[in-house]
């Protein structure tokens, strides 16, 4: 039978599917019902210093079947409530936070306050494409030396996953800056940027104008910018994990992600109303290794890269 285990910064997973932040995470209770799936580690929605209320809604629409739109405003209690609610420390399953801010000294106050907590890990939220304040401007994941200032100061106080926008021209660039400054490893892609209109009400469909598309449609593009990102590793011989992301709803999509080079994936829109699909993606993933006489995921991750 397929062995799927895998280490990440020294912690072990069964396995290397991993509930994507947004999605199913925003409470205790949720994560606890999650935490009985077959699932990797789950990732908690963003949290920031202070609570944010989020947008007004449509904070998310589905534009085609599988594909979604959305702007939530990275809605949360903030970092004393989080740390008050959520227990980090034990469960079978490891709860990863998932940090947003907007300079390197509040990442770095977030990151110390969630390792005081039981945080093992932490994922850094370099790329939410809509933010109202951004670092000079623009993304933090969108020029590498603010990324990497970011990952300097998070990984400072424990091991930091950098997660990255797609809406770059070269993302190879930017993941090469954050393992450089200390980035434990690099999950993408965040969503697309992107924006949809309701031409009956002549409006845009979200409540916040601007979004970030996710699902089904956008897997293609989650694949490329995974391979992009370690090519650029092998390049700079780099043997930073990549956390492989976008589109990922079943057992064959996973594998597509581990055969660009992926070491873990996130899986979040496919499990809208449908959270148990973790179990049968997680199921599929040992048969499907099984089915190829693959005994662990070393056996064919990054085998596509022969083809470049
Ligand atoms: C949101 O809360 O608006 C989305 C967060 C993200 O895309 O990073």
Not at 161 to 174: F, R, S, Y
């Given at each position: 039978?397929?062995n799927?285990?895998?280490?990440?910064?020294g912690?072990?997973?069964?396995?290397?599917?991993?509930?994507?932040?947004?999605?199913?995470?925003?409470?205790?209770?949720?994560?606890?019902?999650?935490?009985?799936?077959?699932?990797?580690?789950?990732?908690?929605k963003?949290?920031?210093?202070?609570?944010?209320?989020?947008?007004?809604?449509?904070?998310?629409?589905?534009?085609?079947?599988?594909?979604?739109i959305?702007?939530?405003?990275?809605?949360?209690?903030?970092?004393?409530?989080?740390?008050?609610?959520?227990?980090?420390?034990?469960?079978?399953?490891?709860?990863?936070?998932?940090?947003?801010?907007?300079?390197p000294?509040?990442?770095?106050?977030l990151?110390?306050?969630?390792?005081a907590?039981?945080?093992?890990?932490?994922?850094?939220?370099?790329?939410?494409?809509?933010?109202?304040?951004?670092?000079?401007?623009?993304?933090?994941?969108?020029d590498?030396?603010?990324?990497?200032?970011?990952?300097?100061?998070a990984?400072?106080?424990l091991p930091?996953i950098?997660?990255?926008?797609?809406?770059?021209?070269d993302?190879?660039?930017?993941?090469?800056?954050c393992?450089r400054?200390?980035?434990?490893?690099?999950?993408?892609?965040?969503?697309?940027?992107a924006?949809?209109?309701d031409?009956?009400?002549?409006?845009?469909?979200?409540?916040n104008?601007?979004?970030?598309?996710?699902g089904a449609?956008?897997?293609?593009?989650?694949?490329?910018?995974?391979?992009?990102?370690?090519?650029?590793?092998?390049?700079?011989?780099?043997?930073?994990?990549?956390?492989?992301?976008?589109?990922?709803?079943?057992?064959?999509?996973?594998?597509?992600?581990?055969?660009?080079?992926?070491?873990?994936?996130?899986?979040?829109?496919?499990?809208?109303?449908?959270?148990e699909?973790?179990?049968?993606?997680?199921?599929?993933?040992?048969?499907?290794?099984?089915?190829?006489g693959?005994?662990s995921?070393?056996e064919?991750?990054?085998?596509?890269?022969?083809?470049?």
């Amino acid at each position: 039978m397929a062995n799927l285990q895998v280490t990440l910064a020294g912690l072990h997973f069964d396995n290397p599917i991993m509930l994507a932040s947004g999605i199913l995470d925003s409470t205790p209770g949720i994560l606890r019902r999650m935490s009985r799936m077959k699932v990797g580690a789950l990732i908690t929605k963003s949290i920031s210093i202070n609570p944010r209320p989020g947008y007004p809604g449509p904070t998310a629409v589905e534009t085609t079947p599988g594909t979604w739109i959305n702007a939530m405003g990275l809605p949360n209690p903030g970092l004393n409530e989080f740390v008050d609610e959520f227990n980090l420390e034990d469960g079978s399953v490891t709860i990863i936070p998932n940090l947003v801010a907007d300079t390197p000294d509040e990442f770095a106050e977030l990151a110390q306050s969630v390792a005081a907590a039981g945080a093992k890990i932490a994922e850094i939220n370099l790329s939410c494409p809509h933010p109202k304040a951004s670092y000079k401007g623009r993304l933090t994941a969108q020029d590498p030396g603010a990324a990497a200032e970011a990952v300097e100061a998070a990984s400072s106080k424990l091991p930091i996953i950098a997660k990255l926008t797609p809406n770059v021209t070269d993302i190879g660039e930017i993941a090469v800056a954050c393992a450089r400054a200390g980035a434990s490893a690099i999950s993408a892609i965040n969503t697309l940027a992107a924006l949809d209109i309701d031409p009956e009400l002549e409006r845009p469909i979200l409540g916040n104008g601007y979004g970030g598309l996710s699902g089904a449609g956008i897997r293609p593009i989650g694949l490329r910018k995974t391979l992009d990102i370690v090519q650029a590793f092998a390049e700079a011989n780099l043997d930073t994990p990549v956390i492989g992301m976008g589109g990922i709803s079943d057992a064959d999509d996973v594998a597509r992600y581990i055969l660009c080079g992926a070491h873990l994936v996130q899986v979040g829109t496919a499990l809208v109303g449908n959270p148990e699909q973790l179990n049968d993606i997680t199921d599929g993933l040992s048969e499907w290794m099984d089915r190829k006489g693959y005994k662990s995921l070393e056996e064919f991750r990054g085998r596509i890269l022969e083809w470049f």
